[in-house]
């Protein structure tokens, strides 16, 4: 069974800048759609980016547009978020979930149905 497997994350100061990476391990993504999802300390899970399994299209929350950037390698089995700008707000644990087809939220945690163990960003101010 294919399983997601997040890493990258780390403490960076303000401004700074991470690159996460999630890994399909014991398989590939096939033509799952990757998300990346964060979940801050007492608040909900929320949305970040997500990417088809083509690479044709991305979906960014507001809060991260302009300074987060999605990208796939399905030859090495890979999803990158590029994380630059960093702000203290960006404190978080990133999960990297997939999913299949194109139709429903794709902000939407329950349309996702392969989830990582998650890896923690966190921004110093």
């Known amino acids: 069974q294919v399983q997601l497997v997040e890493s990258g994350g780390g403490l960076v100061q303000a401004g700074g800048s991470l690159r996460l990476s999630c890994t399909a391990s014991?398989?590939?993504?096939?033509?799952?759609?990757i998300g990346w999802f964060r979940q801050a300390p007492g608040k909900e899970r929320e949305f970040v980016v997500a990417i088809t399994w083509r690479g044709e299209i991305t979906y960014y929350a507001d809060s991260v547009k302009g300074r987060f950037a999605i990208s796939r390698d399905n030859a090495k089995n890979t999803v990158y978020l590029q994380m630059n700008s960093l702000k203290p707000d960006d404190t978080a644990v990133y999960f990297c979930a997939g999913r299949s087809g194109y139709g429903g939220t794709w902000s939407s945690s329950l349309e996702y149905t392969i989830w990582g163990q998650g890896t923690q960003v966190t921004v110093s101010s």
């Open positions: 014991g398989g590939s993504f096939g033509t799952n759609a």
